[in-house]
């Protein structure tokens, strides 16, 4: 049974009360609904974007941005393959280009943790860069960001990037597929 299934059943008008009474003599309430309230003062802080950016490094920030670019070559890097030899592919956008993710050619020799999401660990986002299109847009294509279901979906991810999407078969695997 859920342990706050008595909170369903509450009776709201006792928790105005005791929270306006708080408003206006703290000190008149048990100690614990007082850290309750505080608590509940300060989760409710409106803060601007600006100052929620002022917050953090600038360095964490490019790390969501790097997040970013991995996730859109998982979900459009298949647009992106050489899969025909006679013709090039025609032009998708958006592009997976580094201005797309607020990120320049400045940040291509600088060492992101954001690598360990596609299994090579903290390396510079050039290196970042050319594992993706290694992986997502070489001669196969690989599409399955749709898949609903998380632990598929992991399994083909840590399939795809065990070899970096390029298999290595013997030339009787070749023969038999």
Not at 97 to 116: K, N, R
Request: aromatic residues 14%; glycine residues 4%; charged residues 25%.
């Amino acid at each position: 049974m859920d342990n706050y299934s008595f909170l369903g059943a509450a009776n709201t008008a006792f928790f105005e009360e005791i929270y306006q009474q708080y408003l206006k003599e703290p000190d008149s309430i048990d100690s614990s609904w007082r850290s309750f309230f505080q608590g509940y003062d300060f989760a409710n802080e409106a803060y601007t974007e600006d100052e929620l950016q002022a917050l953090l490094p600038d360095s964490f920030k490019k790390e969501f941005k790097v997040i970013n670019l991995i996730d859109a070559y998982r979900q459009r890097g298949h647009l992106f393959t050489n899969t025909n030899p006679v013709r090039q592919r025609r032009d998708y956008n958006p592009k997976l280009e580094l201005s797309q993710f607020d990120l320049s050619d400045a940040d291509l020799d600088i060492i992101f943790q954001a690598g360990t999401q596609c299994g090579i660990g903290a390396v510079s986002l050039k290196d970042i860069i050319s594992h993706l299109k290694k992986v997502y847009c070489q001669s196969i294509g690989v599409e399955y960001m749709y898949i609903r279901d998380p632990k598929e979906r992991n399994w083909i991810k840590n399939y795809i990037h065990q070899n970096d999407n390029q298999p290595n078969f013997t030339p009787d695997q070749k023969n038999k597929y």
